[in-house]
């Protein structure tokens, strides 16, 4: 495809479960990031990936959440035994990361999750 | 690590008249400050950016101004239009090629007026 493609686009979910969101990148972007939009809220980092780096996950907010990127390419994200304050939309975005203009992020349309 | 600030949250400003969104950072190493726009139910775009080396960057109605000095940059809107009504998102990284370290704002809710 020709963007940064996420799946599900929605997701509602019981207090508890875990959920997995997943996040396609832009082929040929070796830099991958995740970022979490509460309402009315910035964009809060979480995770980035480059290449076969070690991914910098200084963002995340606790060790119920985690992610991998398997092969350079495909995201997921997963959140373990949900709770309430996590219901925001996940936001993918990649990018060429260490090049010449490589800053430039492409996201993708989002997951909002819901924990009820 | 850096701490990006920005204001107004919400600007509501008649069509045709100008907007202007301003931020300030904390990290003197910052090098470079995009400028992302975030239509109601869509993902964020960068519209604009500048580098530290130049302190005025503009692409038709859209200029940003940087004063390293103060350590703040502004998006200028000229000529609003009801399309520009959006959320806004400011910048700021060490850049160097990869966007690791890009600390955003909070964002501006624009209104634009008729």
């Known amino acids: 495809g020709a963007g940064v493609s996420q799946s599900p686009s929605n997701k509602v979910t019981e207090k508890g479960k875990d959920v997995e969101l997943r996040c396609d990148p832009i082929s040929g972007h070796t830099a991958l990031y995740w970022y979490r939009q509460s309402l009315g809220q910035g964009l809060e980092f979480l995770i980035y990936f480059q290449g076969n780096s070690a991914p910098d996950k200084s963002g995340l907010p606790s060790d119920r959440f985690s992610a991998e990127r398997t092969g350079g390419s495909v995201s997921t994200l997963t959140i373990q035994r949900t709770q309430q304050e996590d219901s925001a939309v996940y936001l993918c975005?990649?990018?060429?990361?260490?090049?010449?203009?490589?800053?430039?992020?492409?996201f993708g349309s989002g997951t909002q999750l819901s924990v009820l | 690590g850096e701490n990006v600030e920005q204001h107004p949250s919400t600007l509501s400003v008649q069509e045709g008249d100008s907007a202007v969104i301003k931020c300030t950072y904390s990290d003197s190493a910052s090098n470079y400050f995009p400028w992302y726009k975030q239509e109601l139910g869509k993902r964020p775009q960068l519209i604009i950016d500048?580098?530290?080396?130049?302190g005025e960057k503009k692409d038709q109605r859209i200029a940003v101004t940087l004063n390293k000095t103060a350590k703040h940059f502004s998006l200028h809107i000229t000529e609003t239009q009801p399309e520009d009504s959006a959320v806004y998102f400011c910048a700021a990284s060490i850049g160097g090629g990869g966007a690791d370290g890009l600390t955003f704002g909070k964002g501006t809710h624009l209104i634009i007026q008729p």
């Open positions: 975005a990649s990018s060429l990361g260490l090049t010449s203009g490589g800053e430039k992020l492409f």
């Open positions: 500048i580098r530290s080396n130049v």
